[in-house]
């Protein structure tokens, strides 16, 4: 018999940069089922306004809401700067962003004081790492630097080489002049460029992949919530019958806005298996959200 803690999670994002944020949720919680929901129409979403993210973050919020999720991770950072207090008021759902937990380890990281983050020109204009970070302790220094091109580097697979490291290098000399020891991957996509970005960093600099904290904190919720797959997720977890994945894992399903090529390309060499089954759904066919409608 299956209950609430056998649904999926939900975790979406502008286009493949959340698959970041999955690769730890299976890390940490294989056996947990995970629904996602890439935005590859309409990707980027860090050089858009904040009415524009919210309105495409309540779509998205809306359709995984009708894949019966339990709980949903807004697995994108510009996303989370710019939507997120919207989606906890109109929504149910339980759930969380990337940047709290982001900010929690780098103040834990840091032992000079002083934090780099670097992320799209959404996440850094809105400040709402400083904000969370100063919530923690407000004599820690931060200095932020928006990375547009890092987004499309990483959505076409150039993670590696001349091109990835010069752009690289150009971006985070004013970061490094401050003397940061810990810099923020503020942007899901750009754990895909980590070996780059620590060679260019040097390995006296730890970088904080958000994923990891928000995962453990997930976690937590879930068990402290009663909704962790198999209890408290130390004993055999009860898949039910709708279970299609092999023994002792979650079953998953990807869905994406626009043709599915390069998110499956990039995507399946990133996680290191198969993304199945991955589906096109249409823009046109995404739920239209009235605020304040009752669903
Ligand atoms: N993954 C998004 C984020 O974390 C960045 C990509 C975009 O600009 O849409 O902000």
């Excluded at 906890?88 to 780099?116: D, K, L, S, Y």
């Excluded at 869905?255 to 996680?271: A, C, H, N």
């Amino acid at each position: 018999m299956s209950g609430p803690a056998d649904a999926p999670i939900g975790v979406f994002d502008s286009g493949i940069g959340g698959l970041t944020v999955v690769r730890e949720l299976l890390q940490q919680m294989p056996e947990e089922g995970i629904v996602y929901f890439g935005d590859t129409a309409r990707v980027p979403y860090g050089t858009k306004s904040a009415d524009t993210v919210t309105r495409f973050s309540r779509e998205n919020a809306l359709f995984l809401e009708r894949m019966r999720v339990k709980f949903l991770i807004v697995a994108c950072n510009s996303a989370s700067a710019l939507a997120l207090p919207t989606l906890q008021r109109e929504f149910r759902i339980p759930m969380i962003g990337v940047i709290e937990p982001g900010a929690r380890a780098a103040a834990a990281a840091t032992r000079n004081g002083r934090i780099g983050v670097i992320g799209t020109q959404a996440t850094i204009g809105s400040r709402a790492y400083d904000a969370a970070i100063h919530k923690i302790d407000d004599k820690l220094e931060v200095v932020g630097k928006a990375c547009p091109l890092f987004v499309p580097l990483a959505e076409e697979g150039w993670v590696e080489g001349e091109v990835a490291e010069s752009v690289a290098r150009t971006y985070l000399a004013e970061v490094l002049d401050h003397g940061i020891d810990t810099l923020i991957l503020g942007c899901t996509h750009y754990p895909l460029l980590k070996d780059t970005l620590q060679r260019v960093v040097g390995d006296d600099v730890t970088l904080v992949d958000t994923a990891v904290e928000t995962i453990t904190e997930v976690q937590t919720r879930l068990v402290d919530s009663g909704l962790r797959r198999g209890g408290t997720g130390s004993g055999e977890p009860d898949l039910g019958e709708s279970n299609r994945g092999e023994p002792g894992r979650g079953e998953h399903a990807y869905y994406v806005s626009d043709v599915p090529g390069q998110f499956r390309q990039v995507g399946e060499r990133f996680l290191g298996h198969g993304l199945e089954p991955l589906v096109w759904v249409d823009q046109n066919d995404l739920p239209w959200y009235e605020r304040g409608a009752s669903r």
